[in-house]
């Protein structure tokens, strides 16, 4: 969440472009290959401390990897407020729903039992109330309900699972351009 907050307070103030959110996602990509065969002892720690036991081995820092790489796209292929907008329901939303949900979850989510649905309850209102700061209320609302309903869902590509950090923001900043179409 420091991370997507830092990138929000950057972009807004136009400290941080797309094209330096790339030079950091390659850099990433980079250091992500070295890390499969080397411990960095830097990364190593952070990797042993908040990846995800799955992704360590084949995938080391791959949410953060993807995390710039759904930055990138909505800044530079959409408007500022909606590329803030989206950035605030990946990073407020996509936190604070397994945050609540381990916590205080009890029902599984209808869409994935994996997840709960407390948590992507609290998700959706956080994504929404920090959106709201750069979007209409509505705009923030329904885009994250629809981001935070496909975070549910586990989708694959051939046999890969697509990140939710690629998914949240792009599925937020296209609904919330849509809107603003209408």
């Given at each position: 969440m420091i991370i997507g907050i830092l990138i929000i307070i950057l972009l807004y103030l136009g400290l941080l472009t797309s094209e330096w959110l790339f030079?950091?996602?390659?850099?990433g990509v980079i250091l992500m290959l070295v890390c499969k065969k080397?411990?960095?002892?830097?990364?190593?720690?952070?990797?042993?401390?908040?990846?995800?036991?799955?992704?360590?081995k084949d995938f080391p820092g791959r949410g953060l990897v993807f995390f710039f790489l759904g930055a990138w796209l909505v800044v530079r292929f959409f408007p500022e407020d909606v590329a803030l907008a989206a950035l605030c329901i990946l990073t407020f939303g996509d936190a604070i729903s397994p945050m609540i949900g381990v916590s205080n979850?009890?029902?599984?989510?209808p869409l994935n039992n994996s997840k709960l649905l407390e948590g992507s309850i609290a998700g959706t209102v956080?994504?929404?109330?920090?959106?709201?700061?750069?979007?209409?209320?509505?705009?923030?609302?329904?885009a994250a309900v629809v981001a935070m309903t496909i975070e549910a869902l586990e989708i694959k590509i051939y046999e890969w699972d697509l990140d939710d950090n690629l998914t949240i923001p792009v599925v937020a900043?296209?609904?919330?351009?849509?809107?603003?179409?209408i």
């Open positions: 030079i950091i996602f390659i850099i080397w411990k960095i002892p830097g990364l190593q720690y952070c990797i042993d401390r908040f990846e995800r036991p799955e992704h360590k979850g009890r029902k599984k989510h956080a994504g929404f109330l920090t959106a709201w700061i750069f979007v209409a209320w509505w705009q923030a609302l329904i900043a296209a609904v919330i351009f849509v809107l603003q179409l």
